[in-house]
């Protein structure tokens, strides 16, 4: 064989493999939108549960209202410590939050990000799945937005603008007086849309 023609086989065969490659990836990340949209769906119901069992009294004020500065109440559902659900009205979305924003936790569930709806400082990640939140750039002003703790506190946001930051832009994500941003990387992650509330009155 000639030098030409070895050149040829390995170009050749390097193309087959990159090519089952790409599918795999496809296929591992159409799996792990599957599995989260599954998980998302257990979850839901095991927190309404939750908030439902919680017993109120009118005439006391919420534990939040007396301390802001506590932590955010959770429940733990497959080892992960879950904080509420966000309900996205307009894309009849409603998703678990887990507490603590990692890698791993992206894969399953919108994640906290930061902050806390009693501090109004409240930031939510989550990965641009079609079941969570690729829909995000097609929010509009005027979208209503409601998160709701484990303790059933129900806090309603409604969407100002949706902004596209740089990927490293990890600054002003925190930044401005935002109730609740929410926010997802782009394909590829060059960007992150980042959607940005103000509470409205309950």
Known sequence: MTKGKKIGVVLMVCGV??????????????????????????VISVIEKQQDSVVKSEDLLP??????????????????????????????????????????????????????????????AAHNYRGQFAELKNLVTGDKITFTDMDGNVFN????YTDVLDKTDVGPMSEGDWDLTLFTCTYGGATRVTVRCKLINN
């Open 17 to 42: 493999l990159s090519f089952f490659g790409a599918i795999g990836l496809v296929g591992y990340n159409s799996y792990t939108e599957y599995r989260a949209e599954k998980t998302a769906v257990q």
């Open 63 to 124: 534990d939040y209202v007396v301390n802001p500065d506590m932590d955010m109440p959770f429940k733990i559902v497959e080892g992960k410590e879950y904080v509420g659900k966000v309900d996205i009205w307009s894309k009849n979305l409603s998703l678990p939050v887990i507490n603590n924003c990692t890698t791993v936790n992206l894969k399953y569930s919108p994640c906290r990000y930061e902050g806390t709806p009693y501090k109004n400082n409240f930031i939510i």
């Open 157 to 160: 946001y409604e969407v100002m």
